[in-house]
Structures are given as C-alpha cells and as structure tokens.
C-alpha cells in the first residue's frame, strides 16, 4: 500500500472513499464533518438518517465505521467514524487505531482502492496532533487491507508537517 500525505482540503479529494471524522449521531456537526455534509449535499444526511432508522439507532459506536454514499463530492464514499475524545485520565489510543482499522475494512468490503483520511480526533475532540498522527500511521501501517492507496489530508501546514515527521519516525510499537 501506498501512503501519501496531502496538504489541502479532504472534501476536495478525488478518492474512491473520503473518511469522515463524524459524531455518533451520523446527522452531521463542526469541523471536517460539517464540512463533507455541507460540500457532499443532503444525499449524505439522508443516507445516515437511513442507518440511524436501521442499524444505528443509537449511533455508531467510538472506534467503529459506516458507509454512505458521498452525495456530490468527488469520491464515490464517505466512510463515517467515530474518533476518541482526549482524555489525560484514560489511554483511549487503541479507540483511535480502530477508526483507522475499521475505516479500511469498511473500504476492502466496498471495493476502494483509494482512501482519504482527515486527523481523526485532533479538532474538537482535542488529540494532540503529534500523537495522533503516531497513532494513524502505525495503524494504517499494520493495517491487513487490499486498499493500494491511503491519504492521509491535513488542512494546515503546522499539522501536514507534524504528520511528516510522524512518518518517518521508527516504528517502536508492537
């Protein structure tokens, strides 16, 4: 698999799937879920209404994913999970591996060989960024997936240069 990083705007991505840093009521909020439900159209809301009425009627659990259609954006998919909140009392990191995790087993049942990802848990949910994206590459990395490309998409220049870093440090963790 190929990982790459992108400095620029994750709903602009043509991928076969965009991930979205969601709530677990699927029904849309700030940040990079807002902004994949205002640029993807009400196709999206609409699709995740549908799982809410079915499957998730009490929304989709931390560190799981769901597919919906991605409404007007460039890419086929939006693959919705739901992000850890930071905590300093409790090591919530194998929470935010399992979106990355789940997001690719998602994507392998879809067909996608292309999958964008937003920094999961670093916005309102208040991740450090360096942390975050340790954990995001160490999971995409060990990740058994037939997914050929993951992008990882930062929207400022401060975070795309900590994911670099992130990048090219040793990998120590078993």
């Known amino acids: 698999m190929d990982i790459t990083l992108v ?14 840093a ?4 699927l029904l849309g909020g700030g940040g990079v879920d807002g902004a994949i439900h205002r640029r993807g159209g009400p196709e999206i ?22 597919a919906t259609t991605a409404g007007r954006l460039k890419a086929r998919w939006v693959i ?24 690719l087993k998602v994507a392998d049942s879809l067909g996608a060989a292309t999958v964008a990802f937003p920094a999961i848990s670093t916005g309102i949910f208040g991740w450090h960024m360096d942390d ?4 995001a590459w160490h999971a995409v990395r060990q990740a058994d997936t ?29």
Do not use: M
């Open 7 to 20: 400095l620029g705007d994750l709903t602009e991505q043509d991928a076969d799937a965009i991930v979205n």
């Open 22 to 25: 969601a709530n677990s009521s």
């Open 45 to 66: 809301l609409e699709a995740c209404r549908a799982l809410r009425a079915s499957h998730y009627g009490k929304g989709l659990a931390t560190g799981q994913a769901v």
């Open 80 to 103: 919705h999970t739901v992000g850890p909140v930071y905590s300093r009392d409790e090591d919530r990191s194998a929470l935010l591996a399992s979106c990355y995790r789940e997001s």
């Open 132 to 135: 975050a994206a340790r954990i």
């Open 146 to 174: 037939q997914v050929a490309e993951v992008r990882f998409v930062l929207f400022e220049p401060d975070a795309y240069a900590l994911w670099v870093r992130a990048g090219r440090a040793p990998t120590t963790e078993g």
